[in-house]
């Protein structure tokens, strides 16, 4: 699946393109909040996603790259989202905030940044719907993927299949036409894809390309 990454879209034309967003090949939007605290940069906020999950026909992938994410469970709600990710180096008490989004009826992620370690999972692995790896560090869209990602991706399907767990595996930053394949055939299910996607001549192409 692919889920292109809203940071990297024409916020000066947002109509337009959604026109082709909505009929491309592109399984779900993901949806990058930043809060300058937890990441070194500032995004957009739930008043401009509001406009946003309005143009949008597809499922809404929310990550959430803020500090005491838990506290924002409402406003994700009322986008609609789909899945709700918050970052594992964000949370104390993640299990508490992964059954917090549980209750507020949508999917909970857990990601990880590029030096937090697959094995922390361990504990969590059976009661999350979803992994987001991050493959760069968090903040900005554009930058370069981290190799060492592959193997990350290898523990992880590795842990899923020992533990018996559902979760869907994702891999954030630095996604394109020259890595998805060996991310989807390592076992990712979902990759996220910002400038390769929106930086194309022709973005719906991109789409169909990797929406495998
Ligand atoms: C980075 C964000 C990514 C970003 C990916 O902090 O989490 O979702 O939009 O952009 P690209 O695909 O350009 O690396
Ligand atoms: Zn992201």
Not at 56 to 71: A, G, S, Y
Not at 144 to 160: A, G, N, P, S
């Amino acid at each position: 699946m692919l889920a292109p990454s809203l940071l990297s879209a024409d916020f000066g034309n947002l109509e337009r393109e959604f026109e082709w967003f909505n009929r491309s090949a592109a399984q779900w939007l993901h949806i990058d909040v930043m809060d300058g605290v937890f990441v070194p940069n500032i995004s957009f906020g739930f008043p401009v996603l509001k406009h946003v999950a309005r143009l949008c026909r597809k499922p809404l992938d929310v990550h959430l790259m803020i500090v005491e994410p838990q506290k924002f469970i409402p406003e994700v709600k009322d986008l609609g989202a789909h899945v709700m990710n918050v970052h594992y180096e964000a949370c104390t008490h993640l299990h508490r905030v992964v059954g917090q989004i549980h209750d507020a009826g949508m999917k909970a992620g857990v990601t990880l940044n590029p030096a937090t370690p697959v094995s922390v999972l361990q504990d969590i692995i059976e009661d999350v719907d979803l992994v987001l790896l991050m493959s760069v560090n968090p903040g900005f869209g554009g930058q370069k993927f981290i190799q060492h990602t592959y193997r990350k991706v290898e523990q992880l399907r590795e842990l899923t299949d020992r533990s018996g767990s559902h979760a869907l595996i994702e891999v954030d930053g630095g996604v394109d036409l020259t890595n998805f394949r060996k991310l989807r055939s390592l076992g990712a299910d979902v990759l996220v894809a910002g400038s390769a996607v929106f930086g194309a001549e022709d973005p719906e192409g991109v789409c169909s390309l990797m929406s495998v």
